[in-house]
């Protein structure tokens, strides 16, 4: 079996998530959180669109974690990302660091915004 090292660039992969918590990069984040090319912070929810847009230069595509259960994402946060150039995909959250983290590995220019489980 040949075991390849996997390199994120500068992003951090989500490492493991619990109730209320997500392990970013060797922290751990309570409630929503954002993560991608520019660092990880805390994210405000659906209403808080600012740090989103602002990765809009260095993403092409924006998962978005509904927390434990799928939900549809509130159509204007939808609609302003694409408008600035950005898919969206909204997914439970722990499918949404899988696939931010799979996506990474490869190199993917992506970000992800999580609601905790």
Wanted: no cysteine; proline share 6%.
């Amino acid at each position: 079996m040949r075991l390849n090292e996997i390199d994120y660039n500068d992003s951090d992969p989500v490492e493991g998530y619990g109730p209320g918590f997500f392990r970013i990069g060797g922290e751990v984040w309570t409630g929503a959180v954002l993560t991608g090319p520019t660092g990880t912070a805390s994210w405000g929810g659906y209403d808080d669109a600012t740090p989103l847009l602002d990765l809009a230069d260095a993403i092409d595509v924006l998962f978005v974690g509904t927390g434990a259960e799928i939900a549809h994402l509130p159509a204007t946060l939808r609609s302003t990302m694409e408008e600035a150039g950005v898919g969206v995909e909204g997914m439970t959250s722990p499918a949404a660091a899988r696939t931010y983290n799979v996506l990474l590995s490869e190199g993917r220019r992506v970000a992800v915004a999580l609601l905790p489980v």
